[in-house]
């Protein structure tokens, strides 16, 4: 088993429509704004950019953004991770009922020293630190969402 492997799938529902929830995730850059773990999100240039990460644990994780796939017919947002994660992740919105499922799928290689070294006594706890963070990601895109 490679330790410093990790795949993450989340499944967020919202009483918004999938237009508006689809929206905001498509930018990026507005991401600090609504969730408290995502400390920086810039754009470099059309398609890429790099946000700075921290959630629970006393470490930044820095990581380049190249976008893959941007589909808002299919509700899709799509990009390849590079930096202290190397790997990709993705943003599938869809209606259901009367608000939005959206599933986040994130697959990634750790590429950051200290987790890699401490990849097998702490993975656990690096599962933990992302379900924290992806939680606070869900509490702040709704309150987001209701805000606008």
Known sequence: ????????????????????????????????????????????????GTTRIRSVLPYDLVTTVREQRRDPAHGVLEAA??????????????PRGSGTRVVYEQEVEVRRTLMRVLALPCRPVFRANHALMMRAGRRGLAARLEAV
Do not use: C, K
Request: glycine share 8%.
């Open 1 to 48: 088993m490679n330790w410093n492997h990790y795949r993450f799938v989340s499944v967020w529902e919202f009483r918004a429509p999938p237009e508006a929830v689809y929206a905001e995730l498509e930018r990026v850059e507005h991401y600090p704004r609504w969730w408290p773990q995502v400390r920086e999100a810039t754009r470099s240039g059309s398609g890429s």
């Open 81 to 94: 991770l590079g930096g202290d994660l190397e790997g990709w992740v993705r943003w599938t919105v869809a």
